[in-house]
């Protein structure tokens, strides 16, 4: 099979955003005086999108107010806008792979459960201008991934079939999302989810470095 479009989750794939993160998370849990928690603990934390994020990191009872968690939301989405760019950088090999998609006039977008407006912010300042395509986060009125309705969207603006998509992550959402897609579903292991976990939710790729996708999946224009 040859692939025509790549479409890329974007924290734990495209950028290392778990410090920042884990710090603008602390930050408001700090600020209503609950407990905070250890960074290596947000590689699970994160991935179903900030609302999810909230819920697992709050306190049960706090957790469980649907009022509670809205104001945590807005309180973590206004220290997260001032440090979502102080610690996270693409990862190694990722301007490369780009640059190389590029080349061979490969399309690119992405799809994250990142509200929309971290996710925009982020790529316009970390990437090239007009690199992607199109750049998709979590958006009201949208289904979140694994619902496979956004990323079949973007297969749909770019003109491709679902059988024609690489779709790249790193964790089982991600893998559940493009299984569902009908995407050939792509694992990064240098994300923040381990190798079973991308294997267990339907991998049928598995990269260590970014460069190795033109190595194990070809597409029609390289």
């Given at each position: 099979m040859q692939y025509k479009?790549?479409?890329?989750?974007?924290?734990?794939?495209?950028?290392?955003?778990?410090?920042?993160?884990?710090?603008?998370?602390?930050a408001m849990l700090e600020g209503y005086g609950f407990p905070t928690h250890e960074i290596e603990k947000y590689r699970h934390?994160?991935?179903?999108?900030?609302?999810?994020?909230?819920?697992?990191?709050?306190?049960?009872?706090?957790?469980?107010?649907?009022?509670?968690?809205?104001?945590?939301?807005?309180?973590?989405?206004?220290?997260?806008?001032?440090?979502?760019?102080?610690?996270?950088?693409?990862?190694?090999?990722?301007?490369?792979?780009?640059?190389?998609?590029?080349?061979?006039?490969?399309?690119?977008?992405?799809c994250t459960n990142k509200h929309m407006e971290a996710a925009t912010k982020i790529v316009n300042i970390l990437f090239e201008k007009d690199l992607f395509q199109e750049v998709l986060g979590d958006r009201p009125g949208h289904p979140k991934k694994p619902d496979p309705a956004t990323p079949l969207e973007i297969a749909k603006n770019l003109g491709v079939q679902p059988e024609e998509v690489a779709y790249l992550g790193d964790s089982s959402v991600d893998m559940q999302t493009a299984v569902r897609a009908g995407f050939l579903p792509v694992g990064v292991l240098w994300g923040f989810r381990d190798k079973e976990e991308l294997i267990a939710n339907g991998a049928k790729v598995l990269l260590e470095k970014p460069q190795e996708l033109l190595e194990k999946v070809r597409f029609s224009k390289v």
């Open positions: 479009v790549v479409i890329f989750d974007l924290d734990g794939t495209l950028v290392n955003s778990l410090d920042d993160i884990a710090d603008s998370v602390n934390f994160v991935g179903n999108g900030s609302q999810k994020l909230m819920e697992r990191t709050l306190p049960e009872d706090k957790a469980a107010s649907a009022e509670f968690v809205k104001d945590a939301l807005a309180k973590y989405k206004e220290i997260y806008d001032v440090h979502l760019l102080e610690k996270t950088r693409p990862y190694t090999g990722i301007n490369e792979l780009l640059s190389a998609l590029k080349k061979y006039r490969i399309p690119v977008a992405i």
